[in-house]
């Protein structure tokens, strides 16, 4: 099953960056205008602003401090015109404008270095998101990504806690994540993740499947459930309260903003692509009866729901969300990024 793909010439963006990485960057920036001259859009501006980054790189080797500073301003300028997209090209274009406005300042001050680009690029790619108090190295994720890039697929683990657990919300994460989706992206996600998910392919036609663990729909009714009244009046008043971290092994701070901010959003997204749900029937966290509730709504020919014996762990089981994830990447024809090469 084939979803539309960007026409940009991957190999030959992936031979540029083989060159910018190897202190090629004149070659880079000849193999990268190659694609440019046919592009259009915001991969257009994404393919010259990475040639301009090439460029200022030449000009440093060069000696030419004032080219290596005009050539970064209009590699900036030509993100700005990306049409404020967080990700294009498989690309994170967030942090890429940070490594270049930090290039911009210190080869200002006399102390330019090459900004990093990614080693690889292409238009398919996975995105596995963790749960509340968790983190990219969990039990399930442990389970599930080494399997996926050992058949060559790239595989994204976004750290939803960013350095700041405490003003962890829903946006924020909306927002990161966002920066990881590639031309076709499948989502796989564990209880907020898996909520997280559903949110995203919602509206992003970028996202062409997902694989959903005890998905923690109606997330701030769970919160109110779990803490009980009491503590959301406490924590509302104290605008934080302390939570199991999981990831970090102690208890973490966590801002009332994200039950603000959690009331914004639908608590049970529609489901528009292709769904894979492993539900356990024991989780005491996200009850499987509401998530069949969900589920049901949706159109069968989309959704398959599976419910095991099992919590909301899936110790037991999280093989099936696996094999449900290559299967997805199989039914698209996923490309690894090593074969879009030269």
Same mark, same amino acid.
């Given at each position: 099953m084939n979803a539309t793909?960007?026409?940009?010439?991957?190999?030959?963006?992936?031979?540029?960056?083989?060159?910018?990485?190897?202190?090629?960057?004149?070659?880079?920036?000849?193999?990268?205008?190659s694609v440019w001259r046919d592009a259009v859009g915001p991969e257009r501006a994404v393919l010259q602003a990475m040639i301009q980054t090439a460029a200022a790189v030449h000009k440093h080797r060069q000696g030419v401090s004032a080219g290596v500073l005009k050539n970064l301003e209009k590699a900036l300028a030509n993100l700005a015109r990306a049409n404020g997209?967080? /990700?294009? =090209? +498989?690309?994170d274009l967030?942090? @890429?404008?940070?490594?270049?406005?930090?290039?911009?300042? $210190?080869a200002a001050a006399g102390a330019f270095s090459a900004p990093a680009l990614a080693d690889a690029t292409g238009p398919d790619g996975f995105v596995y998101l963790h749960g509340?108090?968790?983190?990219?190295?969990?039990?399930?994720?442990?389970?599930?990504?080494?399997?996926l890039r050992a058949r060559?697929?790239?595989?994204?683990?976004?750290?939803?806690?960013?350095?700041?657990?405490s003003s962890l919300t829903i946006s924020r994460a909306l927002r990161q994540i966002r920066r990881h989706l590639r031309d076709r992206t499948?989502?796989?996600? /564990?209880? =907020? +993740?898996?909520?997280?998910?559903? @949110?995203?392919?919602?509206?992003?036609?970028?996202?062409? $499947?997902?694989?959903?663990?005890?998905?923690?729909?109606?997330?701030?009714?769970r919160l109110r459930e779990r803490h009980g009244a009491a503590t959301l009046e406490a924590w509302a008043r104290d605008d934080?309260?302390?939570?199991?971290?999981?990831?970090?092994?102690?208890?973490?701070s966590i801002?009332?903003?994200?039950?603000?901010?959690?009331?914004?959003?639908?608590?049970?997204?529609?489901?528009?692509?292709?769904?894979?749900?492993?539900?356990?029937?024991?989780?005491?966290?996200?009850?499987?009866?509401?998530?069949?509730?969900?589920?049901?709504?949706?159109p069968r020919n989309l959704v398959t729901y599976e419910e095991v014996e099992d919590d909301h762990a899936l110790a037991e089981t999280v093989d099936r969300a696996a094999r449900a994830s290559a299967a997805f990447g199989e039914r698209f024809e996923f490309r690894s990024d090593a074969a879009l090469t030269r």
């Open positions: 793909r960007s026409h940009c010439d991957y190999a030959a963006i992936n031979e540029g960056l083989r060159l910018y990485a190897g202190g090629e960057a004149w070659a880079a920036h000849e193999a990268w205008e997209r967080p /990700s294009c =090209l +498989g690309l967030v942090g @890429l404008e940070a490594r270049l406005r930090r290039a911009l300042a $210190a509340f108090a968790s983190s990219p190295s969990s039990f399930k994720a442990s389970r599930i990504v080494p399997e060559g697929w790239s595989v994204a683990t976004p750290d939803l806690n960013q350095d700041d657990f499948i989502l796989i996600g /564990s209880s =907020l +993740g898996g909520y997280l998910a559903a @949110l995203l392919q919602q509206n992003d036609h970028r996202v062409v $499947a997902t694989v959903l663990m005890a998905p923690a729909f109606d997330f701030v009714a934080a309260i302390e939570v199991d971290h999981y990831g970090y092994g102690r208890p973490a801002r009332y903003e994200l039950v603000i901010d959690a009331e914004k959003y639908p608590p049970r997204p529609a489901l528009r692509v292709p769904t894979y749900v492993l539900q356990g029937r024991n989780d005491d966290v996200v009850p499987a009866a509401m998530v069949a509730e969900t589920i049901a709504t949706a």
